[in-house]
């Protein structure tokens, strides 16, 4: 581990947290969180989506606050589950990021510094190189029927203010199955600024996606998620 004096710290008058759903991470968490303990001062929550491994107590063991969930309930309400303990404790800011090894620790300071800034409500980490050529055309027919102009809308790899916290925090974006267009919908509708911030993204360290484990899956995700763009976008009538 680097020297405590070479991490990045936020300001210490403002209160944030690291929330990192978790499902059966636990060949790679122990090492992810080390690396983000060596590049940032921010406390860890790791959100335990009812894993059948020892991702839990191998998160607890590295100082990481896990929260347990009872129940599987997929990423995104894992997700929302830690964003609303941050409004409840009312957080100035939280970084959400996966448990997998895909997002790099070393480019968490590099997002929340516009946030902290009060440039934006929510910086989205941004890696469209990533994706494939399959990837990059789910990605174009998102933005058509969706509206949004984020270049990477299936980054899990973000900040929010105290003011997008409440938003997610809210009954609304429990109905969420993802936590792409439909929560950037919700931002946006609720007059967030959003900010892409280039980061760099490489292959998950365990396994393959277990969202996306199947054709069909991929099939039913898309159905879904090209049918809620069309029909919560942003209409041009309603925009005042």
């Given at each position: 581990m680097q020297p405590s004096e070479t991490k990045w710290c936020s300001d210490p008058s403002a209160a944030g947290a690291i929330i990192m759903p978790a499902l059966n991470e636990e060949t790679v968490i122990?090492?992810?969180?080390?690396?983000?303990?060596?590049?940032?001062?921010?406390?860890v929550w790791v959100v335990d989506d009812c894993s059948a491994d020892r991702t839990a107590d191998r998160a607890a063991e590295c100082g990481a606050r896990v929260i347990s969930l009872p129940v599987q309930l997929g990423a995104w309400a894992a997700t929302q589950a830690g964003i609303r303990e941050a409004a409840s404790r009312g957080l100035e800011f939280v970084v959400t990021m996966d448990a997998d090894g895909q997002h790099n620790p070393s480019d968490i300071a590099a997002l929340v510094?516009?946030?902290?800034?009060?440039?934006?409500?929510?910086?989205?980490?941004?890696?469209?190189a990533r994706g494939s050529r399959l990837r990059?055309?789910?990605w174009r027919l998102m933005r058509l029927t969706s509206g949004l102009s984020c270049n990477d809308l299936t980054s899990g790899f973000r900040v929010l203010?105290?003011?997008?916290?409440?938003?997610?925090?809210?009954?609304?974006?429990?109905?969420?199955?993802?936590?792409?267009?439909?929560?950037?919908?919700?931002l946006e509708q609720a007059g967030m600024k959003m900010l892409e911030v280039p980061v760099t993204m490489p292959a998950r360290v365990n396994g393959k996606s277990r969202i996306f484990s199947s054709w069909l899956a991929v099939a039913s995700y898309m159905a879904h998620t090209l049918v809620l763009g069309t029909f919560k976008r942003r209409r041009p009538w309603s925009a005042g």
């Amino acid at each position: 581990m680097q020297p405590s004096e070479t991490k990045w710290c936020s300001d210490p008058s403002a209160a944030g947290a690291i929330i990192m759903p978790a499902l059966n991470e636990e060949t790679v968490i122990k090492a992810l969180l080390a690396d983000i303990q060596s590049a940032v001062n921010l406390p860890v929550w790791v959100v335990d989506d009812c894993s059948a491994d020892r991702t839990a107590d191998r998160a607890a063991e590295c100082g990481a606050r896990v929260i347990s969930l009872p129940v599987q309930l997929g990423a995104w309400a894992a997700t929302q589950a830690g964003i609303r303990e941050a409004a409840s404790r009312g957080l100035e800011f939280v970084v959400t990021m996966d448990a997998d090894g895909q997002h790099n620790p070393s480019d968490i300071a590099a997002l929340v510094q516009p946030v902290m800034q009060g440039d934006c409500d929510v910086v989205i980490g941004s890696a469209p190189a990533r994706g494939s050529r399959l990837r990059r055309l789910a990605w174009r027919l998102m933005r058509l029927t969706s509206g949004l102009s984020c270049n990477d809308l299936t980054s899990g790899f973000r900040v929010l203010n105290k003011r997008a916290i409440q938003s997610l925090a809210g009954p609304r974006a429990s109905y969420l199955d993802y936590q792409d267009v439909g929560v950037l919908l919700l931002l946006e509708q609720a007059g967030m600024k959003m900010l892409e911030v280039p980061v760099t993204m490489p292959a998950r360290v365990n396994g393959k996606s277990r969202i996306f484990s199947s054709w069909l899956a991929v099939a039913s995700y898309m159905a879904h998620t090209l049918v809620l763009g069309t029909f919560k976008r942003r209409r041009p009538w309603s925009a005042g």
